[in-house]
């Protein structure tokens, strides 16, 4: 059953879903993200609170630049799609009886 939903879930994705508009919205909400983390870094009394929150803002932010820019290392690697057979019953499985 799970194999059937996979199989179905990889024929009906589309390249689509990466569109101008996902990238914006993703990319911009994203580096509002690392704004917000930087506007509560600069609350915090202890230095290793204040810089850790910066640094996090700071990679918050350039992956928002990256998702705008459309960069590849955010890009998922296609695996080539193996049509699925029926299983023949040569497997342990599949046997009857013995």
Same mark, same amino acid.
């Given at each position: ?17 990466? &569109?101008?508009? &996902? ?76």
């Amino acid at each position: 059953m799970i194999g059937k939903l996979s199989a179905w879930y990889r024929d009906n994705v589309s390249e689509a879903a990466d &569109c101008f508009a &996902c990238r914006l919205i993703s990319g911009f909400g994203m580096i509002g993200i690392g704004a917000f983390i930087l506007a509560q870094a600069k609350r915090r009394r202890s230095p290793l609170e204040n810089y850790t929150m910066k640094s996090i803002a700071a990679v918050a932010g350039v992956l928002g630049v990256a998702r705008l820019a459309d960069a590849n290392f955010l890009k998922a690697k296609a695996e080539p799609v193996h049509k699925q057979t029926k299983p023949t019953g040569d497997h342990p499985f599949f046997k009857r009886g013995s």
